[in-house]
Nanobody, 115 residues
Framework: QVQLVESGGGLVQPGGSLKLSCAVSENIFNSNTITWHRQAPGQERDFVASINVGGWIRYADPVKGRFTISRDNAKNTVYLQMNSLKSEDTAVYYC?????????WGQGTQVTVSS
């Protein structure tokens, strides 16, 4: 069974920080890359960051230097630490994984950056 559950979203002022969590079912966490995407209203779902089992990390250019993805192997959880948030970071954030060419998504968590 594939489970991805996001949490940690909310309302934050520009320049603020939030830390998102993605709890992953153990069998998936130990063998798959976990990816964060985001989708703003009226926009396509865009890649944000990913981390694989070995800890290799990629970031989208708009978030480099501001966001940090990490994984806690003891908790089967992937985190996305978001600093220096901007209004354009407002979106629903999803974690996901790809298994045998099928993409699995969490339910998403809303991040709103506004004063």
């Amino acid at each position: 069974q594939v489970q991805l559950v996001e949490s940690g979203g909310g309302l934050v002022q520009p320049g603020g920080s939030l830390k998102l969590s993605c709890a992953v079912s153990e069998n998936i966490f130990n063998s798959n890359t976990i990816t964060w995407h985001r989708q703003a209203p009226g926009q396509e779902r865009d890649f944000v960051a990913s981390i694989n089992v070995g800890g290799w990390i990629r970031y989208a250019d708009p978030v480099k230097g501001r966001f940090t993805i990490s994984r806690d192997n003891a908790k089967n959880t992937v985190y996305l630490q978001m600093n220096s948030l901007k209004s354009e970071d407002t979106a629903v954030y999803y974690c996901s994984t790809n298994i045998l060419s099928r993409h699995y998504w969490g339910q998403g968590t809303q991040v709103t950056v506004s004063s």
